[in-house]
């Protein structure tokens, strides 16, 4: 999928000065959005052409033209820049209901709302003129923005490497060569956020920005996966395309990637994809109970909903659900007021997870009602399974919690590692 590429590493927090916002969010008037009639028109819309652009694989233009008018698509701009400053929480509830109607229009905005708010920061390392000019055009335009960063060759470079994407300084600017896999969003994006190398003897690594529309690229309509197939996650080649300088917009020695601010903002992708992927599993939620309440076999007399058998499944549901909504509106306020980056990865792996396992048990209820197309479940179960595959993914995050749990038990006998206590 596009962009499930960021890493983690235990211990940085986000609390440090570089990681706190040029503009504190203010959540008063950005929350106002989650209780206006006119997101839930919006989302209803969103909601019923989902099918529509799940079968064609089309990409849902219509949507954040409806987001942009209602201010959704800048709620994290700062405000001194005209947007909803809206801090954590809020933003994780709005990205809940989004996932709700349509997944990928959710992740499609979960990355809006990352490079916002790593461009909110005061110890942003981007010129200044090139960062106001993308935060206004989000204001302004709806102008969106991802990152491209996985490659066919290298993968993701989260697990390591170099990209084979290279920047080579020419005059007073930069050209660009590559070849990008899994863009998500390609249709809509007006700026990219290209992950690449210098051709240096010692290799610098960063983001080249390319606004659209520009010579030199192209795009491969490559996207045919199994889920979030609105997302459009195409392939980019990168032929020759020319930049300013002021478009080498954060370079670095690669182990400058690993700073507190950098591993925050990683922290905060994994609580955004959290949200969007329990929104998939809230819908699938939904349409069950209803339909549990209204099929009513000849043979029963009742509706299914009467009987403890489904009674307690639903119940089983409720858990996964309730533990993974309680958890991810937990790392956003842990987040938000400075708190590291572990909880968020712990969001991300038990919403993931939670969501894939309370639509198997609505599947395993309905049987062939639940697998139709003509009924949404089975493409919330498609759509839920391509939350496996965002970094950092459930391996990672894992190992990380368990190593952080030893290192915590072993510090605390005194190092004493194999006394056996």
């Known amino acids: 999928m596009s962009q499930p590429d960021h890493q983690t590493n235990d211990g940085a927090g986000a609390g440090s000065d570089a990681a706190r916002s040029a503009a504190a969010p203010s959540a008063a008037p950005a929350a106002a959005i989650l209780g206006d009639p006119r997101l839930d028109q919006a989302l209803a819309r969103i909601a019923e052409r989902a099918p529509e652009h799940d079968r064609d694989g089309s990409f849902p233009h219509e949507a954040f033209d409806a987001l942009h008018a209602l201010g959704v698509t800048a709620l994290r701009v700062p405000a001194a820049y005209g947007g909803g400053a809206a801090d954590l929480p809020t933003l994780v509830r709005v990205l809940e209901r989004v996932g709700a109607a349509d997944p990928s229009v959710g992740l499609v905005l979960v990355w809006q709302y990352v490079f916002h708010a790593d461009l909110s920061l005061a110890g942003s390392r981007w010129p200044a003129a090139v960062r106001e000019r993308v ?210 990865l712990l969001a991300k792996h038990v919403a993931t997870t939670n969501a894939i396992a309370a639509i198997e048990q609505g599947l395993k209820l309905t049987g062939n009602p639940g697998l139709t197309r003509r009924n949404p479940l089975e493409r919330h179960h498609r759509d839920a399974l391509t939350g496996r595959v965002h970094t950092p993914q459930s391996d990672t995050i894992l190992t990380q919690l368990g190593a952080a749990a030893l290192r915590r038990a072993a510090a605390s006998a005194g190092g004493g590692a194999g006394s056996g206590r």
Do not use: M
């Not at 007073?172 to 070849?179: C, I």
């Not at 920005?209 to 690229?217: H, I, K, N, S």
């Not at 045919?224 to 478009?247: K, M, Q, T």
């Open 135 to 344: 935060l206004r055009s989000a204001v302004e335009e709806g102008a969106l923005i991802n990152a491209l960063r996985v490659e066919p060759q290298l993968g993701t470079p989260a697990r390591g490497g170099l990209p084979d994407t290279v920047g080579r300084e020419i005059g007073d600017g930069w050209e660009l060569r590559g070849h990008k896999t899994y863009c998500t969003g390609i249709p809509a994006l007006r700026w990219l956020l290209v992950w690449g190398r210098t051709d240096e003897e010692e290799p610098r690594v960063g983001q080249f920005l390319v606004e659209t529309p520009a010579d030199g690229y192209r795009v491969e309509q490559t996207w045919d996966h199994i889920g979030l197939r609105a997302s459009r996650s195409d392939d980019v080649i990168f032929e020759r395309v020319v930049l300013p300088a002021s478009h080498a917009v954060d370079i670095r020695p690669p182990a400058d990637w690993n700073e507190p601010a950098a591993v925050a903002s990683r922290g905060r992708a994994a609580l955004f994809i959290a949200a969007n992927y329990l929104g998939v599993a809230l819908a699938a939620r939904d349409w069950l109970t209803r339909y549990l309440n209204e099929r009513t076999p000849t043979n029963l007399g009742r509706p299914l909903a009467t009987l403890p058998r489904f009674q307690e499944a639903v119940g089983e549901i409720e858990t996964l659900l309730e533990t993974a909504r309680l958890l991810v509106r937990d790392a956003a306020s842990s987040l938000e007021s400075g708190g590291d980056a572990s909880r968020a």
